[in-house]
């Protein structure tokens, strides 16, 4: 994080966006209240969040999928989708909120 954040901050921050705890699916934008925090599982490529539905749907997880090499992370199915993002969001950032910061270019 940072060498991207040093750069970054030459350029200065317009604004800091805190959506705190809030997850949501960054295919489907779930989990919906039908499924409500009991959804588990899910996966991460790249920076994004995906809910098992959507890994389901796509066949990710799949032992024959493609491009199974630019999976990140394949999340713990005994614990919720919910979970499993702020624990991730927690070792990559050390801290379970998400933030989003939008930087002014010169
Ligand atoms: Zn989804």
Known sequence: MGNLEDSLLEYGIIKTI???SN???DGCNG???EQGDE???GVIIGGSAYCQACSDRYGWEAEDY????EITEIMDKNKTFKQNVLDYREKMTGSTDAITRIYSIK
């Open 31 to 33: 989990p919906y209240p």
């Open 66 to 69: 493609e491009y199974a090499d």
């Open 23 to 25: 997850v949501c699916c």
């Open 39 to 41: 959804i588990n599982g």
């Open 18 to 20: 805190n959506a705190g």
